[in-house]
């Protein structure tokens, strides 16, 4: 016993159109990030000496912005997959719900 309007809604093309933007766009997502994220825990792993270096003549060192860099990144692409979320992929889902519903 399957729903009509579920059979209706998975045998749109716009859905499989969406489903393929939208895991697309979160793997490249989700690739980046790992990057950003492992690049700096590799950075502390294997080049210490370089994150320990002071900025000017302060106490503060490389490794402080870099990580800051990292959780702005974060925050960055965050809002970038909202974006696109709530414009495109909210657009194609009540396109694909108003069609099964007719």
Excluded: C, H
């Amino acid at each position: 016993m399957s729903d009509p309007v579920v059979e209706k809604i998975q045998s749109n093309p716009k859905y499989l159109e969406l489903r393929r933007k939208r895991n697309r766009f979160g793997w490249w997502l989700t690739a980046l990030m790992m990057v950003v994220y492992y690049g700096y825990i590799a950075l502390i792993a294997f080049n210490k000496p370089f994150l320990a270096q002071p900025i000017g003549g302060g106490v503060t060192t490389i490794g402080i912005p870099i990580g800051l860099g990292v959780i702005v990144f974060t925050i960055l692409i965050t809002a970038f997959y909202i974006r696109r979320a709530n414009g495109e992929f909210d657009r194609l889902t009540a396109e694909i719900i108003r069609e099964a519903t007719r």
